[in-house]
């Protein structure tokens, strides 16, 4: 057998132990998920919701808190939009535990996603292209570590909008292992003259222990179908 045939036979046997271990991966990722909606399915989980104008600012520093995250306690969930003016969205948020996270995005198309750290650091993109889109793979199915501390979420386009469209809307979600509290944040247009996030409507103080700070929602449902809804009404 000559070298380029034993080399080729080599490419083979590559070839299938990548697609092995690509469904060995799929595999592990299905059971995770099945395991962990398992226990989900068995806890009683409150809804809360708030309303949010965002800042006027097209930086971090301008980011729109969508709460405070604890392992096996809250999860988080943003619903907002860039109109045609906007330029970016900043999403932020603080975990309390180091751990595992997920970050579920649905999102109109032409938009992009990365996840940055207070410092503005990215630790994960959107863009397949991108060094960072090994750790979008991994925080989208829930198997991206974090450490305790505070990020970012940030939004923009993939290329100037069609002239006279009004909106491109999105929804984040983020999550470590199961959770009992469920914080809704709808972030609207900014004000006139208002330069850093506020809140727009009354609310209630939620109490999570020593935890949580306390932050403010109004009772209201669950997450998990807002993330569609709230883009497309469903």
Known sequence: MSISSVASVDSIF???????????????????KNALDAKQSKLKVQG???????????????????????????????YGAL??????????FKAITGSETKLGIVADEGLKFRLLSKA????AN?????EGYANWDKVTNGELKLNAGEYRIEVTRTAKPEKGKTAQNYAVQV??????????T???????????????VSQSIIDLGTMLTSQTYATGGTGTQKLIAGLYGG
Request: aromatic share 4%; charged share 25%; proline share 3%.
């Open 186 to 200: 709808i972030i609207k247009q900014p004000k006139a003259g208002q330069i850093l996030p506020g809140v727009a």
């Open 126 to 130: 959107s863009d397949p292209k991108s």
């Open 14 to 32: 590559q070839g299938l132990s990548n697609i092995q271990s690509q469904l060995d991966l799929e595999a592990k990722r299905l059971n995770n």
């Open 48 to 78: 809360f919701e708030k309303t949010v104008n965002k800042s006027s600012l097209d930086n971090a520093i301008g980011a729109t808190d969508i709460g405070i995250l604890v392992k096996n306690q809250s999860r988080l969930n943003g």
């Open 120 to 123: 503005g650091k990215e630790i």
């Open 175 to 184: 999550s470590q292992g199961t959770y009992t509290k469920d914080f809704d």
């Open 83 to 92: 109109m045609e003016r906007d330029k970016v969205d900043y999403v932020s």
